[in-house]
Nanobody
Framework: QVQLVESGGGLVQAGGSLRLSCVASERTFSSYARGWFRQAPGKEREFVAGIVWIGRSTSYADSVKGRFTISRDNANNTLYLQMNSLKPDDTAVYYC?????????????????????WGQGTQVTVSS
């Protein structure tokens, strides 16, 4: 079964930057879109950003617009999340998921139920 493996998390001071990566265990794995989600202790998993796998469409949560940038490398089947101007509220475990519904070709869902193949996540901690 395909696995999505997240990396790049760590401890950073407020205002700092991190770049997360998400690699599919099988290079031939394809999906219509991929997304980043995060989950803080005691909270539900929430949408952060998403990108279609073919095309240019992206989507961001209001809380990260202007600070985070999602991108992809199709050749290496890798998803990225560049996080700048980090805040303590960004502290969470970050996960990537894949959307296998054809509707994700043109609509990036913001609900975790629309994504599969979640990885183990990578911890991001932002200190004040």
């Amino acid at each position: 079964q395909v696995q999505l493996v997240e990396s790049g998390g760590g401890l950073v001071q407020a205002g700092g930057s991190l770049r997360l990566s998400c690699v599919a265990s099988e290079r031939t794995f394809s999906s219509y879109a991929r997304g980043w989600f995060r989950q803080a202790p005691g909270k539900e998993r929430e949408f952060v950003a998403g990108i279609v796998w073919i095309g240019r469409s992206t989507s961001y949560a209001d809380s990260v617009k202007g600070r985070f940038t999602i991108s992809r490398d199709n050749a290496n089947n890798t998803l990225y999340l560049q996080m700048n101007s980090l805040k303590p509220d960004d502290t969470a475990v970050y996960y990537c998921g894949a959307c296998l519904y054809s509707s994700c070709t043109y609509y990036i869902p913001a609900h975790a139920s629309q994504y599969v193949y979640w990885g183990q996540g990578t911890q991001v901690t932002v200190s004040s």
